[in-house]
């Protein structure tokens, strides 16, 4: 912090985000991550992890949307729900919005951030504390991933950027053992990042997901704090089917879900990419 109360996003070599804080509150370094809660005048909260923006309480439902709608109206039967990573909570409360899930197991590693935001960002995590399909584990996801008996229909993997504790899950033997616990017909989709500033990270997460599955794409979300343009989330199936489900199905499967970014039509659109990124995932799969 500096004494203008501004706070910087340093995860893009070269280039340096500054947000104003109207207020800071909060800041500690934890067992596995610099944490600091700040208020901006547009984004309000905003959680910073190492520097790197992961949520505000503006725009997370951007995000958190298409990550969790897109497959879960996309699978037939999504019973069981695992997501890694995701410590605020947001797309949890995303998932547990579809009556179809019996089940939500959520994987994290840092205890301290589940529970930061519980109390920080309750306007939009409360109510997944209160309900019974709900579970935290406390522990490494790449382990959790290699190690459990358990089986999922659906993996989302909210993790942070390719640094630090989450550089692990953006490897091939991580995307491995995500198919070992995924039932048939299941789908994972992962964090890819913003290609034009992570090129690379951009193709070493397809062409690790597309040497594990069957189908390998991506779709776009676009979110304001992640700065540099669209993001890309990572879709991977060993099932073509989840790729051309009608949107009227998908509407149907849907229904009386509020959202504010999400739409069938949307959903479908979405896969639709721009020639670079199209090209630069063509390159990484071969």
């Known amino acids: 912090m500096t004494d203008r109360k501004t706070v910087a996003e340093t995860l893009h070599e070269g280039i340096r985000v500054t947000f104003e804080a109207e207020e800071v509150l909060y800041e500690e370094a934890t067992g596995h991550h610099r944490l600091a809660l ?8 905003v959680l910073m992890l190492d520097g790197a ?63 930061f935001s519980r109390e920080h960002f309750a306007d939009f995590n409360a109510p997944v504390f209160e309900d019974p399909r709900f579970r935290v584990e406390i522990a490494d996801g790449a382990a959790f991933a290699a190690e459990t008996a358990q089986r999922f229909d659906v993996i989302l993997v909210d993790s942070t950027d390719p640094t630090g504790p989450g550089a692990v899950l953006f490897t091939r033997d991580f995307y491995a053992d995500l198919k070992r616990i995924l039932r048939p017909g299941g789908i994972v989709v992962t964090q890819n990042g913003v290609p034009f500033l992570q090129p690379a990270e951009f193709q070493t997460a397809m062409r690790g997901l597309s040497s594990v599955f069957a189908v390998s794409r991506c779709y776009l979300v676009a979110v304001p704090t992640y700065f540099g343009g669209h993001m890309t989330l990572g879709w991977s199936s060993d099932d073509t089917a989840t790729l051309d489900v009608p949107e009227n199905l998908l509407a149907e499967r849907s229904a009386g879900i509020d959202t504010r970014y999400y739409t069938p039509a949307h959903h479908r659109a979405a896969f639709a990419l721009p020639r670079f990124i199209e090209t630069l995932r063509s390159e990484a799969i071969g």
């Open 38 to 45: 700040i208020r901006n005048r547009l984004f309000g909260k």
């Open 53 to 115: 923006v992961q949520v505000t309480s503006a725009d997370e439902f951007m995000y958190h949307e298409m990550m969790a709608h897109v497959p879960l109206t996309a699978h037939a039967d999504p019973k069981d729900v695992l997501i890694i990573g995701g410590g605020d909570c947001g797309l949890a409360e995303e998932v547990l919005k579809h009556r179809r899930v019996r089940s939500l197991t959520q994987v994290e590693i840092d205890a301290s951030v589940v529970e």
